[in-house]
């Protein structure tokens, strides 16, 4: 019968390093303490690297949060927008046209949508998070429990 390690791993710090993005740092969940911690992507210290490849099963690499991802999130927003000067403006941006800002900057002057458009976004981390920890056989307590109840 397989047994559950059950360790605390902090939602706040895994959301944080999974959205991250920074290309010099590289973050890992150590799967038997809980504990996110990064190592600089260019690092010259063998050691950690090392001590990192040998120990696969206990340390995990966390993706990072890339430009693609970023674009998939902006494109499934602007294609939900129905104000058609808005979601043209903002499609513009998206190709680089000058000279538009940052949808970020241009969301700021509609308020709504820049909720919604933030909740998009933590819809779509929060979801690719859950799916990247069930890949990888970390699950949270409640999915644990629902499991039981159906024992």
Not at 56 to 66: A, M, N, S
Not at 91 to 118: Q, T, V
Request: charged share 30%; proline share 4%; net charge negative.
């Amino acid at each position: 019968m397989a047994t559950i390690h059950s360790v605390e791993i902090s939602w706040e710090d895994l959301l944080g390093a999974f959205t991250s993005g920074q290309p010099d740092k590289a973050y890992y969940l150590d799967r038997l303490t809980g504990e996110i911690f990064s190592v600089p992507s260019s690092s010259e210290n063998n050691e950690v690297r090392q001590q990192l490849s040998s120990n696969v099963e206990r340390f995990l690499e966390i993706p990072p949060f890339d430009y693609r991802s970023e674009r998939q999130i902006v494109t499934e927003f602007v294609a939900q927008i129905a104000d058609s000067e808005l979601r043209e403006l903002l499609r513009n941006s998206l190709a680089g046209r000058k000279p538009y800002g940052k949808i970020e900057d241009i969301l700021s002057f509609y308020p709504e949508e820049e909720d919604r458009f933030a909740l998009l976004k933590d819809q779509f981390l929060s979801n690719r998070l859950k799916n990247w920890m069930e890949e990888n056989n970390l699950f949270t307590a409640d999915t644990v429990l629902q499991g039981m109840k159906h024992l």
